[in-house]
């Protein structure tokens, strides 16, 4: 079992930038490939950004190739998501995700509660 919790979010301006942060409890955390999922208001929750438990293989969705950067720190437990370059289309909630498993394939089977990304134009 694994427990996660978001930290970072914010409003910031367009253009600008965030670093996000998902603390994981648990000793199984470095076993574990984790993402980043967000859900805009009124739209379905999307994913973003994923990350093996070695951080040797890594997959984002299009819309934000170069401006975000998902890693890791497993000595830490600590998750991460580098957003730059902040669009009004990024305003969410963000979501920390624990796949389970090594490898990002498939749905997460843990969640974090999320934290607020508000970006103003």
């Known amino acids: 079992q694994v427990q996660l919790v978001e930290s970072g979010g914010g409003l910031v301006q367009a253009g600008g930038s965030l670093r996000l942060s998902c603390a994981a409890s648990?000793?199984?955390?470095?076993?574990?490939?984790m993402g980043w999922f967000r859900q805009a208001p009124g739209k379905e929750r999307e994913f973003v950004a994923a990350i093996n438990w070695s951080g040797t293989s890594i997959n984002y969705r299009d819309s934000v190739k170069g401006r975000f950067t998902i890693s890791r720190d497993n000595a830490k437990n600590t998750l991460y998501l580098q957003i730059n370059s902040l669009k009004a289309e990024d305003t969410a909630v963000y979501y920390c995700a624990g796949y389970g498993r090594t490898s990002y394939s498939g749905s997460p089977d843990y969640w974090g509660r999320g934290t607020l990304v508000t970006v103003s134009s």
């Open positions: 648990g000793r199984s955390f470095s076993y574990y490939a």
